[in-house]
T-cell receptor
Framework: DTEVTQTPKHLVMGMTNKKSLKCEQHMGHRAMYWYKQKAKKPPELMFVYSYEKLSINESVPSRFSPECPNSSLLNLHLHALQPEDSALYLC???????????????FGEGSWLTVV | RKEVEQDPGPFNVPEGATVAFNCTYSNSASQSFFWYRQDCRKEPKLLMSVYSSGNEDGRFTAQLNRASQYISLLIRDSKLSDSATYLCVVTRSGGYNKLIFGAGTRLAVHP
């Protein structure tokens, strides 16, 4: 079982709604990630937080707004989304630091988002 | 050109078959290499890390050739439960790990 917990598992929202996806890990990891995955495609990186600071924003539209309240929590605030934003949103975490085989990234089960 | 390229698949094999997946990466700065497995409508899960010396985990063997920028995964004695999409992943780091995923290769093992 994954040690990265995401809520909600399923979310349906209208284009004018404001909602949030939440992610929590208690492995002491200092790097956390949001990925987006469309059907039959690999996950695409959206954001990376390292030591609670935003390290990477992969040119994600501003209607997606990440937040890292503390080292265990990562949120993704959603506002004015489009139907094409419907996808599986995956949260992940890893020990911060240089790359190496020990620095495994662990994924949560994902939040299935449908924008109507 | 994509940074990580994989066999297009799908691979349809009978139980007990041996199947090999190949992957190439274009960025020589890539530091870590993995195979992830993803079942339908589930999250990716780490199958194994890949080392230059090669590594084996039961029926699974992974190889890395840094000179050729090539990664492979061999599955022996395929089981029905091996049916999934296999994702080749490389990372570049800087205080975090930026995973770069290949498009994935779908494996279907049939009785």
């Amino acid at each position: 079982d994954t040690e990265v917990t995401q809520t909600p598992k399923h979310l349906v929202m209208g284009m004018t709604n404001k909602k949030s996806l939440k992610c929590e890990q208690h492995m002491g990891h200092r790097a956390m990630y949001w990925y987006k995955q469309k059907a039959k495609k690999p996950p695409e990186l959206m954001f990376v937080y390292s030591y609670e600071k935003l390290s990477i924003n992969e040119s994600v539209p501003s209607r997606f707004s990440p937040e890292c309240p503390n080292s265990s929590l990562l949120n993704l605030h959603l506002h004015a989304l489009q139907p094409e934003d419907s996808a599986l949103y995956l949260c992940a975490s890893s020990q911060a630091g240089a790359g190496g085989s020990g620095n495994t990234i662990y994924f949560g089960e994902g939040s299935w988002l449908t924008v109507v | 050109r994509k940074e990580v390229e994989q066999d297009p698949g799908p691979f349809n094999v009978p139980e007990g078959a041996t199947v090999a997946f190949n992957c190439t990466y274009s960025n020589s700065a890539s530091q870590s290499f993995f195979w992830y497995r993803q079942d339908c409508r589930k999250e990716p899960k780490l199958l194994m890390s890949v080392y230059s010396s090669g590594n084996e985990d039961g029926r699974f063997t992974a190889q890395l050739n840094r000179a050729s920028q090539y990664i492979s995964l061999l599955i022996r004695d395929s089981k029905l439960s091996d049916s999934a999409t296999y994702l080749c992943v490389v990372t570049r780091s800087g205080g975090y790990n930026k995973l770069i995923f290949g498009a994935g290769t779908r494996l279907a093992v049939h009785p």
